[in-house]
């Protein structure tokens, strides 16, 4: 079967034929493909086409598709059994390697997805502060749990759904909504709701309505704040973490959150999550304390041989793999600013925004002319570039990406905007 074939029959049973909003193209238009293998930057489709990827599977693959070392692991691991309900020691293993890159986390939990690890800090910093509500900021997605798909950012940013149906008022009235990079928003929030407030959740670097770095103060600010308020500081580095720096955005800016959110590359490409910080607030998670999560396959034994495989590939090429990918990435935000278009970018994640100027916060974003992206997308795959079929989606370079495909991009790049009228 062909993709429009595949993208049929998927339709009939699945809602818009996929298990992931932003996989259907509904934001640039078009029939999505269907993967048929990756290999290093490249991924293949039923029909034979070759796409150098720059979606990278939405973060995860930081050394691009099908990395040997990490599949042999997984190889290894699957040969001795799925899933045991038991623990096994790879799991304190991969906790302590987790923490190796962000010494802050003093207690980590495995879970199975960055919905959860968010779902779950947040969940301890209630328990820890006996206080409900909760800070978000606009724009700012941490996955799709109730309380949390309130200005989410990403999908619901192009879709027909602001947020979402399903979630009771009563619980979206919990979450107060902030302005990123906006820190007397947030003051104002705290005066109003004066120790209510458990925690304030935040992407150190916005990289769901496109890329939006913290304005320089913004993350220092929230850490302030949250201190003289008693409120935790929860940084989602679901994608940031071991992708801005080896320790995440909180290596990167210096400033460290109570608790944090990891998912993505943490996993190593298989569904793998943790979430973890300090001592305290962590040890009311049960059976510690009376903070109840758990999950059949948390910490599942072959998602825990792609993880280790995949942190202690990373900690050993620490020192040449970020500076490599900063200068592969810088190249392609050249070529954007050399076509008219403004970017926004930190290490490897980055976004062509269709505007004036790049956004600093989610009302920016309405600026953006998201058919002239849409064009752009499919000028890029025209080229056999794939990169993300969504305005306010990152681009993820990996250290897969050689010298000659980062060129043979620019290259790219200067003809898809001049397509897309710029
Ligand atoms: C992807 C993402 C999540 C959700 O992770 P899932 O594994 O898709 O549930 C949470 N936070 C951020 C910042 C993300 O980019």
Not at 310 to 324: A, F
Request: charged letters at 20%; one cysteine or more; a neutral charge.
């Amino acid at each position: 079967m062909n993709n429009s074939e595949l993208f049929a029959r998927a339709c009939r049973i699945l809602p818009g034929g996929v298990d992931s909003p932003v996989r259907a193209f509904r934001a640039v238009g078009g029939t999505p493909f269907f993967a048929e293998r990756g290999e290093g930057a490249y991924l293949f489709d039923v029909e034979g086409n070759r796409y150098l990827d720059y979606v990278m599977s939405w973060g995860p693959l930081l050394f691009g598709h099908a990395r040997t070392e990490i599949v042999e692991e997984v190889r290894r691991a699957a040969l001795s059994g799925l899933t045991f309900g038991t623990p096994t020691g790879r799991e304190a293993e991969l906790a302590e390697e987790i923490a190796l890159a962000a010494p802050y986390l003093q207690m980590v939990r495995l879970v199975s997805s960055g919905t959860e690890a968010t779902m779950s800090a947040i969940r301890a910093a209630r328990g820890f502060t006996g206080r409900n509500k909760i800070v978000k900021f606009a724009g700012n997605y941490h996955g799709h749990s109730d309380g949390l798909l309130v200005r989410a950012g990403s999908g619901c940013l192009t879709g027909a759904v602001p947020d979402s149906l399903g979630v009771p008022a009563g619980i979206a009235q919990e979450t107060l909504v902030a302005t990123y990079n906006d820190l007397s928003n947030v003051e104002a929030l705290f005066r109003l709701h004066r120790r209510e407030i458990a925690c304030v959740i935040v992407e150190p670097v916005a990289a769901n309505m496109g890329v939006v770095p913290p304005e320089r103060g913004f993350l220092e600010g929230l850490r302030t704040i949250c201190d003289k308020e008693g409120a935790l500081l929860i940084f989602d580095e679901v994608i940031t973490g071991f992708r801005v720096a080896y320790g995440g955005a909180a290596q990167r800016y210096c400033v460290t959150p109570d608790l944090a959110a990891f998912g993505k590359i943490v996993g190593g490409g298989m569904p793998l999550a943790a979430y973890g910080g300090r001592e305290d607030v962590m040890s009311l998670v049960a059976p510690l304390g009376g903070v109840y999560q758990a999950g059949t396959l948390s910490g599942n034994p072959v998602a825990t041989a792609a993880g280790l495989a995949m942190l202690r590939l990373i900690r050993r090429e620490q020192s040449t793999l970020y500076p490599l990918l900063e200068e592969r990435a810088a190249t392609l935000e050249e070529a954007f600013r050399a076509a008219g278009v403004p970017v926004g970018r930190v290490g490897s994640i980055l976004t062509p925004f269709f505007a004036k100027r790049a956004p600093g916060c989610s009302e920016d974003t309405a600026m953006c002319d998201t058919r002239a992206y849409a064009a752009y997308f499919h000028a890029m795959l025209e080229q056999g570039i794939y990169v993300p079929p969504s305005q306010f989606e990152a681009m993820f370079v990996s250290t897969a990406h050689s010298r000659e495909d980062i060129l043979r991009t620019a290259d790219a790049i200067a003809v898809a905007c001049r397509a897309a009228g710029r």
